[in-house]
Structure formats: C-alpha cells, structure tokens
C-alpha cells in the first residue's frame, strides 16, 4: 500500500494567488482529514469528511478555505486568495472509521505552503 | 470541546535511561488515545494507541498507560536509544474527532 498521497511536497506562492493542495488517502478508508500544523498552533483539524461527505468544517479558519471530496481517492484543499500567515505545513490523513468508532488515523507526509 | 495537555514540551534523556510524556483530556467521552512519533520534516507516525477499555498496552520499548478516572495517560519509553529523538504527540479523540497535545521535543544524548 502506498499510503496517503499528497500533491505537491512543497508551494510557494505569492500573497493573492490561488492555492490547490491534493490528497490521495489510503484504499478502502471511509475517513479523510485535512490538518494544518504551525509552530504557534501545533495540529489543528481543518476538516473531515466521512464517505465524501464532509461532516465538520468548523476548524476551517475562513471564506477562503475550502475543501472538496468528490470521489473516495482524491480530495482537494483550496486557499483563495492566499495569504502569509497561511505559510504551513498541511497534512492530509485518512481513517478505517466505521461508525462512532475512532480508528488510527494515517498522515500523509505533508505539503509545505509558503505564501510570499 | 476536548482540551489535550502535554508535558513536558521537551526532554532530554541520556541514551539507556527512560523518558516518560504525561498527558491530561478534559471530556469524558474520549475513548482513544494515540501517540504519534513525528521526525523533522516528516510524517507523524502512529507509535501506539489504547482504547479506554484497557489501562495499560506495551510494544517492545514503548508503553503507554490510561486512568480515566483522572482523565490522564502517558506514554514510556525504556532503554532509549538515539533514534527515539523526535517530537512525540499525544491525542485523545471520540466519535470521528482527535485533539492533540502540543507535542514534547525528546533528545536522546550519546
């Protein structure tokens, strides 16, 4: 199994630009979870979908985050406009989980953002 | 919402000696904690998880143990070796969602 698969490593891009972050999640997972890791704020949940559907968006920080599921094997994260203090590293993870059961989550080696 | 705790932010060991991370949740209803082990630059990895059930599970040199009474769980590493260096994290989770601590940076010396 190749594990979760993330597109591109690393962005960079300047403030006002489109950003689009990609993520492959393991076959067979239910469950896909984008995060966002800062020095400041360390992990913090941006959004899960379950079955592609998304069931908690609350940690989406704005208008211009958004995040899209529209098939089992690939899910999108879109920043628009971009800005500096989006400058992180954005992990995409996915979950075996079946009902309320909480289940390992698996993290995809990251994609490093820095906004110019 | 679930509040996660880590302590201490960081630790450093000699190599051989034990290092032990302590965590505390705030909700009840949490039933798995993981750990995860995260290198620089890389991937945070799943090391160990218990499920409120069970109060204690060991893997080789890792172990981590639960009181749920007290809403706290820590994780133990013995005869540490230079390769356990690495920001270790713990989380507390029920339903779908996990919570994570804010890490704890452990070096190990030669």
Redo the contacts between chains.
């Keep these: 199994d190749a594990g979760v698969i993330q597109s591109p490593r690393h962005e960079v891009t300047e403030m006002g630009q489109e950003v689009t972050l990609r993520c492959k999640p393991i076959s067979g997972h239910n469950?896909l979870f984008w995060y966002r890791q800062t020095m400041m704020r360390?992990?913090e949940?941006l959004i899960?979908f379950?079955n592609n559907v998304p069931?908690?968006d609350s940690g989406m920080p704005e208008d211009r985050f958004s995040a899209k599921m529209p098939n089992a094997s690939f899910s999108t994260l879109k920043i628009q406009p971009s800005e500096p203090r989006d400058s992180a590293v954005y992990?995409c993870a996915s979950?075996p989980?079946t009902g309320?059961l909480?289940?390992?989550?698996?993290?995809?080696?990251?994609t490093r953002l820095t906004v110019t | 919402g679930e509040n996660v705790e880590q302590h201490p932010s960081t630790l450093s060991v000699q190599e051989g000696d034990s290092a032990v991370i302590k965590c505390t949740y705030s909700d009840s209803a949490s039933n798995y904690f993981p750990w995860y082990k995260q290198e620089l630059g890389k991937r945070p990895q799943l090391i160990i998880d218990i499920r409120s059930n069970v109060g204690e599970k060991k893997d080789q040199r890792i172990a981590v143990t639960l009181n749920k009474t007290a809403k706290h769980f820590s994780l133990h590493i013995t005869e540490t070796q230079p390769e356990d260096s690495a920001v270790y994290f713990c989380a507390a989770g029920g339903d779908y969602k996990l919570s994570f601590g804010a890490g704890t940076t452990v070096t190990v010396r030669a």
């Excluded at chain 1, 909480?102 to 990251?110: K, S």
Aim: charged share 10%; hydrophobic share 30%; aromatic share 24%.
């Design positions: 469950s360390g992990l949940l899960y379950n069931i908690d992990f979950s989980l309320s909480t289940y390992e989550q698996y993290f995809g080696p990251g």
